[in-house]
């Protein structure tokens, strides 16, 4: 069967060649209408006096007759349309809509459709059958890697009909995981690609984009750089950001995006997001960066005795499969410690000294470790310290005994002045007794 657009030779059976009937005059009808205007989207072809039709439409779909001489042959043309919304070049994750359309001289089949991608994996569609002449269909959403040649299998069984009308299919978006999660030890290099697919799929549309990062979903988003990709598929960046400490690599692959970040910092964790753009519609991916880092309170050399915290952090919410262990160089089971499901934090006290060990593990797999080396401190120290401690014991001794001997000198002087009131008290009551007797007797 012949579909629209596409061009199809009809044959006038009854005539071979080198037959006196090559030499007849032939005539082509549609329905009744005579096919005069040889040259344009019809032709007759020698000798067999076939009739091509290029160019094809759905209204030249119909009875078609051959006649020579006496001689009549009547042949029926059935012709598909298939149609694929937006002209068959999509953005990741777009569902694209598919409508065939059929016109036939006798009454329309009811057609059985089947797709198959460009792998040839039949695809799950919803087909929608309006009426005989129109069948929508509804596919899933896309990927990058669908881009190809698909095929649409059209089946009737009566009258009987196996057709396989393949189209194209260009699905521009990334080569990257859907969400990719890269891990990095603080102070560390990093870089990080978006892999393009319109090199490959030989996208021949000129698209733009840009790179955006955000600390944490519903923060701030930061434009870092825009993109153009002309038609001939060169990438053209213009680095945005002046604040942002990153760099453009130079001699990167083709159809690739890609950042570096020479030195990276706690706080520059969380999510960087490429985002595509073609005719007013978006593609977009993310890679969501979690730094880690180690640390120790006190800082320093470990004193005999004494113990240090070490501290393993990471910058952001680990998935449910992953964890962080600590764990003592050649050390004992003692030793280890795993933080709780999508702990951020993990601490572990340390007596001894010794090379630590800080690993994130997600599905039994070491990401990424850091190491952090506990000194013990030299003898010299400990005997300040050990003197140190001593000394302060025993100039807290002193200070008690001064505040004792002190003490007791001020009550002893309270006392004694004490007593002297008393004193004084008295001799001054004796003597105004006195005073009054004396009184007494001059007035008698």
């Not at 807290?396 to 004490?418: D, E, H, T, V, Y």
Request: glycine residues 6%.
């Amino acid at each position: 069967m012949p579909s629209f657009g596409g061009e199809v030779t009809l044959n006038c059976p009854g005539i071979i060649a080198g037959s006196k009937l090559t030499q007849e005059k032939v005539t082509w009808k549609h329905y009744n209408t005579l096919l005069s205007f040889i040259g344009d989207r019809f032709d007759i072809k020698s000798p067999h006096k076939q009739l091509q039709v290029r160019n094809l439409k759905l209204t030249d779909a119909g009875i078609y007759t051959c006649k020579y001489g006496s001689h009549e042959v009547r042949t029926s043309l059935h012709i598909f349309n298939l149609n694929l919304s937006l002209d068959g070049h999509f953005l990741q994750n777009e569902a694209p809509e598919l409508i065939l359309m059929q016109n036939s001289s006798s009454p329309l089949p009811d057609l059985s459709i089947t797709l198959f991608d460009s792998n040839n994996n039949r695809v799950t569609a919803e087909v929608q059958n309006k009426n005989r002449q129109k069948y929508i269909v509804n596919l899933k959403k896309l990927e990058a890697m669908d881009s190809g040649t698909w095929v649409c299998q059209v089946h009737s069984d009566s009258p009987l009909i196996n057709e396989n009308i393949s189209f194209a299919v260009k699905v521009l978006g990334f080569q990257n995981p859907d969400l990719e999660r890269k891990y990095a030890a603080v102070d560390s290099t990093v870089i990080l690609s978006w892999h393009l697919n319109s090199q490959k799929i030989k996208w021949k549309e000129g698209f733009t984009g840009q790179l955006n990062w955000k600390q944490q979903e519903g923060a701030n988003a930061h434009e870092l750089l825009d993109f153009n990709a002309t038609a001939q598929g060169e990438l053209n960046e213009t680095k945005k950001s002046s604040n942002f400490l990153f760099e453009i690599p130079e001699g990167k692959r083709e159809s690739t995006i890609e950042v570096k970040l020479p030195k990276v910092h706690f706080n520059h964790s969380g999510q960087y997001q490429c985002q595509l753009k073609y005719q007013g519609r978006y593609a977009q991916n993310k890679i969501e960066l979690v730094v880690m880092k180690v640390s120790a309170n006190p800082a320093g050399p470990l004193s005999r005795g004494a113990n240090i915290t070490l501290t393993c952090q990471v910058s952001g919410l680990l998935p449910p499969s992953a964890y962080l262990h600590w764990e003592r160089v050649n050390g004992t089971e003692m030793d280890k410690k795993n933080s709780k499901q999508q702990e951020v934090k993990l601490d572990v006290n340390v007596s001894a000294a010794g090379l630590w060990s800080c690993h994130l593990i997600e599905d039994s797999d070491r990401k990424i470790s850091l190491h952090y080396l506990v000194e013990e401190a030299p003898v010299w120290i400990n005997y300040v310290i050990i003197g140190a401690s001593i000394g302060g014991s025993l100039l807290a001794f002193a200070l008690g005994c001064l505040c004792i001997i002190s003490g007791i000198s001020w009550q002893r002087r309270r006392q004694r002045a004490k007593r002297m009131a008393q004193a004084r008290q008295h001799l001054l009551e004796n003597r105004t007794c006195q005073m009054g007797k004396n009184c007494f007797q001059e007035r008698s």
